[in-house]
């Protein structure tokens, strides 16, 4: 590990040297590495003023995100720093811990070991992001094996964003309603729990404190710390299906569009207060023949119906929406519109966990 100004210096001299009298490099990899400039791209110097103190930035922030930050930096040409930049990464390590906490928290009364739930008993969208996750995996390692910790930083960023923004959204449902024991909430449980654990092993390296930390809380955890666990195997996936509901994805953006129009326009208040009409054509009209998958829970909506005749207000490419306030009224427990409720405000699946 050298800086770019000993290209032509040690590491240069030092091979020049080797190839003349071993006829070998002195090394099998070399990683060379740029400067630290200030935010204007300037050379740091007391006389400017303008030198950047790490042990102030680990005072403050601490030592987890100063290292991030390096991390997400291309550090083979010159890179800046300045407050703002670390702020910047201040932030996407705020979202990395925020989700951890999230997962850790409904994997609070799992164990991997007896309440696990096979791939072949899980939704197609709990096997998805199963599948996502393998995929994270697998470019994560080829990018620490070639040295680029910056794309490691992106494609944890991105996934966080991800699952945070859909899955962690629609299966609160589920891990917060239906009983502890329930399949489906198990499943989830799974798949979080194989996040969970993937991700830790992943960053690891990164933010080795906050890693560690965050390990301590995982369930029934079979190691001392985080740092004596191997990096997570990679794991073959459904690359169809994680091909069909890539192209899912687009749907549900339609979708929320349409939702955040009706908000706007005051015809809903929450999404779960909506009854959503879909009118797909072409391509949508395959993709949902193929597709198995609950509409209502993962748009998170109360009602869903799909017709193949007709137009709806809202408009897309082989797609049309409507969106109303969906008949009935809300479960006291679930929140989720229903026409019928029993004498305490519960709809029959709440009023089936709690009475029963």
């Known amino acids: 590990l050298e800086g770019s100004d000993q290209y032509r210096g040690w590491f240069n001299s030092s091979l020049t040297t080797g190839v003349a009298t071993m006829n070998a490099s ?10 630290v400039l200030d935010g204007e791209g300037r050379k740091m110097s007391k006389s400017l003023g303008n030198v950047i103190d ?28 300045s407050d703002d930049l670390v702020n910047q990464v201040a932030e996407t390590y705020r979202k990395i811990r925020n989700t951890f ?22 939704t197609e969208i709990d096997r998805y992001f199963l599948g996502k996750t393998r995929r994270l995996v697998k470019e994560c390692l080829e990018a620490y094996e070639e040295f680029r910790f910056d794309d490691v930083y992106r494609k944890v960023a ?44 992943l960053v690891a390296p990164l933010i080795p404190h906050t890693a560690s930390e965050a390990y301590g ?21 459904d690359e169809a299906l994680e091909a069909n509901y890539d192209e ?4 549900r953006e339609t979708v929320l569009k349409a939702l955040e129009e009706a ?20 391509k949508v009209a395959d993709l949902l023949e193929r597709l198995d998958v609950d509409l209502a829970s993962v748009f998170i909506v109360s ?23 969906a008949p009935g009224k809300p479960c006291e427990r679930c929140w989720t519109v229903f026409e019928t409720l029993d004498e305490d405000g519960l709809c029959p699946r709440c009023a089936a966990i709690v009475k029963g």
């Open 263 to 282: 908000r706007a326009a005051k015809i809903i208040g929450k999404s779960l207060n909506a009854g959503v009409t879909l009118y797909p054509k072409g």
């Open 26 to 35: 002195p090394y099998k990899t070399l990683v060379s590495h740029g400067f």
């Open 217 to 237: 809380y995982l369930p029934h955890h079979d190691a001392l710390d985080v740092a004596l666990l191997r990096m997570p195997a990679v794991e073959a996936w």
């Open 54 to 81: 790490p042990n102030k930035i680990m005072d403050t922030l601490g030592a987890d995100i100063l290292r991030l930050w390096v991390a997400s930096v291309d550090y083979q040409s010159d890179v800046r720093i």
């Open 248 to 251: 899912f994805m687009t749907l």
């Open 303 to 325: 009602q869903i119906s799909v017709r193949r005749d007709g137009y709806g207000s809202f408009k897309a490419v082989d797609v049309s929406i409507d969106v109303e306030p």
């Open 158 to 201: 991105n996934f966080v964003t991800f699952i945070s923004s859909f899955y962690l959204d629609f299966t609160k449902d589920v891990l917060y309603i239906e009983k502890t024991d329930h399949p489906a909430r198990r499943a989830i449980q799974t798949v979080m729990f194989r996040m969970t654990d993937a991700l830790l092993r």
């Open 101 to 122: 906490k999230f997962l850790l928290g409904n994997l609070a009364d799992f164990d991997f070991h007896t309440d696990q739930v096979a791939e072949t008993a899980m």
